[in-house]
Each structure stands twice: as structure tokens, then as C-alpha cells.
Nanobody, 123 residues
Framework: QVRLKESGGGLVQAGDSLNISCTDSGRVVKGYTTGWFRRAPGKEREFVAA????????YYGDSVNGRFICSRENDKKTVHLRMNSLKPEVTAVYYC????????????????WGPGTQVTVGS
């Protein structure tokens, strides 16, 4: 059974903003870090952002730093990714997953992957 599920993806235009969310439908695992990754067609999976359980530490991939903001609402078991100034090159399927290793940006450390949500940015 899939525990984490992404939502909020869609088709937007260059320069627009978009919020995507990751909701945990299972038992809350306190202390875990939640991460966002993306995979564009023909490319490797790429780290996008991560946030620790308390929400006081966030990590961003070099390509999105300054434009994307990761936040969380633990009472709603939801992690958000606010994506600003979108560009066509960020078109990809976005996945969330979690890890017990605070600060990790390596996909191999993450588990409970969601099915992904498609984000498409038109030019």
C-alpha cells in the first residue's frame, strides 16, 4: 500500500508558480525527513528539496535553490513544495519519499516513494 501520495501537479506557463503536496496516509513516523525528487524524460532522478521533521532545516538542489520553498504541516501529515518562476526545463514527474537520515539528498536513502505527480511547464 502506498503511504505517501503527491498531489497538485498540472500544466502551467513559464513564470507561473505551483504548489504540490505530499500527504502521508499511514502512521506518522516522527523524526523522519521528507524529500522531493523529480525525473524528466530521458534523465536521471534528481534531488529537488527536503525538509526535516521539525521543519527547521531545509535542503535544496542547486538547480532550484532560491525559487522553490519546502514546508510542512505535521498536524495534517503534509509536506508542501512551492515552486516559483517556473521554467520549461523543470518539467518532470515529481516524487516524495522519506528517510531517517536528516540532511540526506541521496535517493538511495529514501523510501516509501509516492506514485508521483506530473508538472509540465509550457514556454
Amino acid at each position: 500500500q502506498v503511504r505517501l501520495k503527491e498531489s497538485g501537479g498540472g500544466l502551467v506557463q513559464a513564470g507561473d508558480s505551483l504548489n504540490i503536496s505530499c500527504t502521508d496516509s499511514g502512521r506518522v513516523v516522527k523524526g523522519y525527513t521528507t524529500g522531493w525528487f523529480r525525473r524528466a524524460p530521458g534523465k536521471e532522478r534528481e534531488f529537488v528539496a527536503a525538509i526535516n521533521w521539525n521543519g527547521d532545516s531545509t535542503y535544496y538542489g542547486d538547480s532550484v535553490n532560491g525559487r522553490f520553498i519546502c514546508s510542512r504541516e505535521n498536524d495534517k501529515k503534509t509536506v508542501h513544495l512551492r515552486m516559483n518562476s517556473l521554467k520549461p526545463e523543470v518539467t518532470a514527474v515529481y516524487y516524495c519519499a522519506d528517510t531517517g537520515l536528516d540532511g540526506s539528498t541521496w535517493s538511495g536513502d529514501f523510501g516509501s516513494w509516492g506514485p508521483g505527480t506530473q508538472v509540465t511547464v509550457g514556454s
